[in-house]
């Protein structure tokens, strides 16, 4: 079952990663931003989510996870009738543009290379939303 913290002034946000350490650092960046975040753990863990009755405003995944990638995860997500339209950045260690080609083209709403910018996500994440 994924984790979860409570602020839910700001929305619901997915955290979808295999590192424990980025899991928690994306987790106090986005509550002391005032997001509800749940994390999953692998892409496994994170199609769980998606497929649940949970909603989510926002989610952010690992590019290379076990279980799924986060390509694979994205593909369940827009061919899914209730998170289809759920923005989505991906969030990776590999910066080719083949694969950020891949992410966009997959229907990803933004692609940004670890180590990111914890204000320049936090900034991508609300335009998106403000957008959408």
Do not use: C, W, Y
Request: hydrophobic share 40%; glycine share 8%; proline share 5%.
């Amino acid at each position: 079952m994924p984790d979860q913290q409570a602020h839910p002034s700001g929305g619901r946000i997915l955290v979808v990663d295999d590192e424990p350490h980025i899991r928690r650092i994306l987790n106090t960046i986005l509550t002391n931003d005032g997001f509800d975040v749940v994390e999953a753990a692998d892409g496994s863990a994170g199609l769980e989510a998606v497929r649940s009755d949970a909603e989510f405003d926002f989610i952010l995944l690992d590019f290379m996870m076990p279980g799924a990638t986060g390509l694979e995860v994205l593909a369940k997500i827009r061919a899914s009738d209730h998170r289809a339209q759920t923005p989505v950045i991906i969030l990776t260690a590999k910066g080719q543009d083949t694969d950020r080609t891949a992410a966009l083209a997959g229907g990803a709403n933004d692609f940004l290379t670890k180590p990111f910018s914890p204000k320049k996500l936090v900034a991508r994440i609300h335009e998106i939303l403000d957008t959408n």
